[in-house]
Structures are given as structure tokens and as C-alpha cells.
């Protein structure tokens, strides 16, 4: 039997974020009973039977955050291997050839093989594979509505967007605030697009980490005394074509991403 990773013990929790397990979300809780700094029984919410059932499924040892990727990417990959690569690619935005699904990725070609193999020119790394393997699996290939929302009035968002906003669009804007190139290496680097919308931000730029997930970047520079601001939208369909909390570790993905390229070119500047 196959070791849980930390995404399918949060599969199984009420996601309520009570906190009588004396950590402040569902996910914190669920890292923490995989590393073995919680127990199960600690949720009020978990039936003894539900527990008994995946306890076996726990292992012992410390795992490292790397053992919980490659534990997710082994079950995506099984599950791919009865996927129709022909329909996926008309549901998906890719384009499919022989055995393969090439997916564009933040302006980048992406090969998924049969077995769920990802083959890029440039770095893969988990917080998109995993992401992207997921979309091709279980996405609803929904048309983009048109409307962009912001994370917390996605339907899962209310679980994640405290999370989502300490992790991801504070950290954006104060390397943003620090960083104002950051736009113009986005659109080089990534393929964004610069957008005109009807905010007022200064800068608007649309990025796609997935075909049918565009992600919208607004950001309002200090005036006066009124503090500058970033927020991050999205279409309303996206959760649709993407589960919410794979949403969020592509958002926080992109900003480790972003982090490493302005000091890369710090450095070279």
C-alpha cells in the first residue's frame, strides 16, 4: 500500500480551519500529521473508522517535502496512463502527437508521455508538474468566462485565501515595490501580456502557468500616503479547470520563481 501524501490527508479534512487542533488551517494540520508532529485523532471531525482506515497508509520516518511530491507524482502518473490523450488535448488547449500532449506553460512547450513523463527545454520542477499533470487528468476544459475574480471569490478560495494572501500576493508586492522590472521580465521571460482593463492599477499583465488558467497581475504603485497595492485575479472558471489548492502552490510557485530570476539578474545587472 502506497504512503498518503499531505494533499490527500487535507482531502479528508472538514477544511473547516477550527484550529482545535491547535494549528491555524486544515493544510498546517495535515503537513504536520505527515511529518509526524500530529496526530490524527487531533481533528474533531475525523471518524474513528476514517482513521483507522489511512493510519497504515502514515509512515513513520520524517518524510521531507520532496517524498510528498514524488508520492503525488507517482499516483498522477498512474492515473494518466488511462487518460485519451486525443480528447485531454481538445480539453486541455494542447495539441497532441504520436504518444505525447504538448502544453504551453508560461510561454513554454511541455511533452507529457503516456506514463505521465514531463519533458520541457527549460526547468520542470514539482510546483507545475504536478499542476499540470492534474489539469490534463481531471480538468473540465471550461471556456474562459472573461471575468476575472479575485482568489477568495473562487468557491474553494474562503478555505485558502488568508493562506493565499500571507504566502503569496504580500510577498509578490514587496518584491514588486522592490523590484519595479519585475513586469518587463514576466513579459519577456514568461510571455505575459501587458493589459488594458478597467482598474485603475498601473500595471495590469496576464500570465498563462496553464492554456484555460490565465492569471492577472495588478499592481497600484505608492501615491501620496496611500500605500502601494498587488492583487492577484483570476477567470471564474478557473477553479473549474484547475482544483484550488493546486491554484495556490502554482501562485506560490511562480513567486520562488520570480524571487530566484530578480536576483539572477541582480547579480547580472
Request: net charge neutral.
Amino acid at each position: 500500500m502506497s504512503r498518503m501524501s499531505h494533499l490527500e490527508v487535507y482531502a479528508l479534512l472538514q477544511k473547516s480551519n477550527c484550529r482545535q487542533c491547535e494549528l491555524p488551517t486544515c493544510l498546517a494540520f495535515a503537513a504536520a500529521v505527515m511529518r509526524g508532529e500530529k496526530r490524527l485523532d487531533l481533528c474533531p471531525y475525523l471518524e474513528p473508522d476514517v482513521i483507522e482506515r489511512i493510519e497504515g497508509r502514515l509512515d513513520t520516518r520524517r518524510p521531507t517535502v520532496r517524498d510528498d511530491w514524488d508520492e503525488v507524482i507517482r499516483q498522477l502518473r498512474q492515473q494518466i496512463m488511462s487518460v485519451d490523450f486525443s480528447e485531454a488535448a481538445q480539453r486541455a488547449g494542447a495539441s497532441f502527437s504520436g504518444d505525447e500532449l504538448v502544453v504551453r506553460c508560461l510561454s513554454k512547450s511541455f511533452s507529457i508521455d503516456s506514463k505521465g513523463n514531463v519533458k520541457s527545454d527549460c526547468h520542470t520542477t514539482p510546483w507545475l508538474i504536478v499542476p499540470l499533470l492534474s489539469y490534463i487528468i481531471h480538468g473540465a476544459g471550461k471556456s474562459l468566462s472573461g471575468k476575472w475574480v479575485l482568489f477568495k471569490e473562487l468557491k474553494g478560495g474562503a478555505d485558502w485565501y488568508r493562506l493565499f494572501g500571507q504566502r503569496c500576493e504580500k510577498p509578490l508586492k514587496k518584491l514588486v515595490d522592490a523590484h519595479t522590472d519585475l513586469f518587463e521580465l514576466i513579459i519577456d521571460i514568461f510571455g505575459g501580456i501587458a493589459v488594458a482593463d478597467s482598474s485603475s492599477a498601473d500595471v495590469s499583465v496576464v500570465i498563462c502557468p496553464l492554456p484555460k488558467v490565465p492569471i492577472l497581475i495588478r499592481y497600484w504603485r505608492r501615491d501620496g500616503d496611500f500605500d502601494s497595492s498587488l492583487s492577484l485575479f483570476f477567470d471564474a472558471v478557473a477553479e473549474e479547470n484547475l482544483r484550488i489548492d493546486l491554484l495556490y502552490i502554482i501562485c506560490v510557485g511562480l513567486l520562488t520563481m520570480f524571487e530566484k530570476i530578480v536576483l539572477t539578474h541582480g547579480k547580472s545587472s
